[in-house]
């Protein structure tokens, strides 16, 4: 799952007990704070046991299911609760860390999991180890005689919460026409890096207007050649993405981060773009953008797109960037002050174009097609003048697209 990934929720099973599986064929799917990956069978055989079950937490390296190696369905039976044993099952081996569907089922149950037979490998308790005790009646037996009670129901109320005064504030009673659903691993990720970014940065946003007049004549001259040749449109982003590397390359502070007390400069451009998933946010980086040309980075956007939407990305497509662009335009908004993306110092947000009155050089006054620029940057790293420095060189490569090719 990668370096970064320590645990993640299994959200879906492809297979059920009882199914043939192939040797690479998807088993199920497993949703960390990146990605929502598919866990391929180590082998061709039949699933017999599935251990961890779905909206379960589970760390790198605990074992979910169990596969009879080389069977058929027809000759695989499908594990029981409690499994078949010649001799009676040895205790728990409580040096090993439960699995966290054993876990849960031990915790819930206020169960003694020294106490519980074990059939896993080494003395390892399982799913239907705990499942089998419950069934037998031993386990209330020893919730009589068990020092503390068993937890709360899980569909007890939410907790009180309190104010900044601390006075406390009664839990909100769900309405007839409510519904609470959990939190998928993602969106809990999202919600704390972004916390963590205000927590941390020092976020300060500047903002500037762009007359999009000259863009949109150059989309309008080129795109049907453009598309013909090289098989991609000719969109906004690869353009804003040429455009923020010119200026990138000018004032390096905006390509950097803090790594402790340390200023970490880097010279390659790997530009995050911002897409909404049906899952949530996610930032695919496009790699090498200063070395790209404008068709290759529009084909990379385009990509990142549809791999969003159809959830396919991978963890290392999604790390490694040094600056974000985020659209917030082609949903209809006309300004926001976008959050940076940890641990990067800047971001870039793009708005809609719209049509206003402009008092032009000559006194005169047009309707031009203009879009508000923001740039929210970490003010402990980048200084105003650089900021507002780089967002301006930024309009100006826009206004003048080709400023860009000829580096002016």
């Known amino acids: 799952m990668g370096e970064s990934v320590t645990e993640g929720t299994i959200s879906s099973w492809l297979k059920k007990v009882g199914e043939e599986v192939a040797v690479d064929e998807a088993l199920c799917e497993v949703e960390t704070d990146k990605v929502t990956a598919e866990l391929p069978s180590p082998a061709a055989g039949v699933l017999v046991e599935i251990i961890a079950g779905e909206d379960t937490d589970v760390e790198v390296g605990t074992v979910v299911g169990r596969i009879a190696v080389g069977a058929t369905a027809g000759a695989a039976a499908p594990a029981k609760s409690a499994p078949a044993a010649s001799a009676p099952a040895a205790a728990a081996n409580t040096s090993l860390p439960l699995a966290p569907a054993v876990r849960k089922l031990v915790e819930e149950n206020g169960l003694d999991a020294a106490k519980i037979p074990a059939t896993g490998k080494d003395g390892r308790l399982v799913k239907g180890d705990v499942l089998a005790y419950i069934e037998s009646g031993q386990a209330e037996k020893d919730k009589a005689v068990a020092a503390k009670p068993a937890p709360a129901p899980a569909a007890a109320a939410p907790a009180a919460s309190s104010t900044p005064n601390g006075a406390m504030i009664p839990p909100r009673p769900v309405g007839p026409r409510e519904e609470r659903v959990k939190m998928t691993r993602l969106r809990k990720v999202i919600a704390s890096r972004l916390k963590e970014a205000q927590n941390t940065a020092a976020i300060l946003t500047t903002w500037n207007e ?26 906004f982003m690869g353009i804003f993405t040429k455009a923020c590397v010119t200026a990138l390359r000018e004032w390096p502070a905006v390509n950097a981060e803090i790594d402790g007390d340390e200023i970490v400069y880097k010279n390659h451009y790997d530009v995050g773009i911002a897409v909404g998933s049906p899952t949530g946010l996610v930032v695919p980086v496009v790699r090498d953008c200063d070395e790209k040309s404008l068709a290759q980075i529009e084909g990379d956007i385009v990509d990142y797109g549809k791999r969003a939407r159809a959830g396919s990305l991978t963890m290392d497509e999604m790390m ?39 008092v032009m050089p000559d006194g005169s006054i047009q309707a031009r097609p203009m879009m508000y620029l923001a740039l929210s940057y ?22 003048d697209p080709q400023r860009i090719l000829l580096d002016a």
Do not use: W
């Open 210 to 235: 762009v007359d999009m007049t000259g863009v949109l004549e150059m989309r309008k001259q080129y795109k049907d050649g453009f598309e013909k040749k090289h098989g991609v449109k000719l969109g």
């Open 320 to 358: 490694g960037g040094t600056f974000t662009i985020s659209n917030g335009g082609v949903f209809g908004s006309l300004l926001s002050a976008p959050i940076l993306n940890r641990p990067q110092s800047a971001i870039l947000g793009m708005h809609k174009t719209q049509m206003r009155p402009m």
């Open 378 to 399: 970490d003010h402990r790293i980048i200084d105003g003048r650089e900021a507002v420095s780089f967002l301006v060189r930024v309009k100006e490569c826009l206004e």
